[in-house]
């Protein structure tokens, strides 16, 4: 789990809540009306913004920003280290028994090519592929959470017009001014809320995650190539570092 997604959600809305309830009830801002028109609104605006398949497979972008596992570079560093120095020993074939326990698929693949003998071109243009559309699918998930995050505010705004026009009907009986302007500010609290604590943070986060992913797949690539060409494996080494802060290259020294 990220604690750093979990801690900022829990920090966010406990300061607001606490703010609230130091001014008073919690319960005045609970609105089911104000709720419907936010979160229905935005759904459904985001319904007609997107297919429906990608807006359900939303869900697995949320989980995606509490839950990541994320290899380090200086892991994939010492990984093609020991491969470069197995396939300098006992050949590029020696690989092929490890290739069965690797979990990540990209670097299953590539060391799959390599071991087949395709030449280091056809396995970068292979690859670089699938970097393109890993970054393809990921910008997906980013768009549908920037979507909610424009939406939510508008449908907040929305809800304000209609409580405002709801309470200048009303004007003759003082007891309904209060439920229609409550109704017309907390939707523009849900909105702004669940914009700015919720799905933009998200859709950062998962810019994030997918950088570094890219970065490590990016590293892979190049230690898979350096592999093919049969180069030093301490050449292969000093190649990744590259990608490594400078900072984390001399810790690791």
Sequence with gaps: MDLATVLGIVISFGLVLSAIMMGGSLLIFI???????????????????????????????????????????????????????????????????????????????????????????????????????????????????????????????????????????????????????AVALITTFYGACLANLVFIPMAGKLKSRSNSEIRIKEMQLEGVLAISRGENPRIIQEKLSCYQAISDRADAA
Excluded: C
């Design 31 to 181: 609105s089911v009306p104000s709720l419907l028109i936010v979160l229905g609104g935005t759904i459904g605006a985001t319904l007609v913004n997107y297919p429906l398949k990608r807006v359900i497979s939303v869900m697995s972008v949320f989980k995606k920003t509490l839950f990541a596992e994320e290899l380090s570079a200086q892991e994939t560093i010492d990984q093609f280290k020991d491969y470069a120095d197995r396939a300098r020993r006992e050949g590029i074939l020696s690989l092929e028994p490890i290739i069965n326990g690797i979990d990540d698929p990209y670097l299953k693949k590539g060391l799959q090519l390599t071991v087949d003998g395709l030449e280091p071109q056809a396995i970068q243009e292979i690859l670089e592929s699938e970097i393109a559309n890993t970054e393809a699918r990921h910008s997906d998930g980013q768009d549908i959470l920037k979507s909610f995050g424009e939406y939510a505010p508008a449908l907040g705004m929305i809800g304000t017009v209609i409580g405002l026009v709801q309470m200048l009907q009303t004007m003759n009986d003082p007891s309904s001014i209060g439920p229609a302007m």
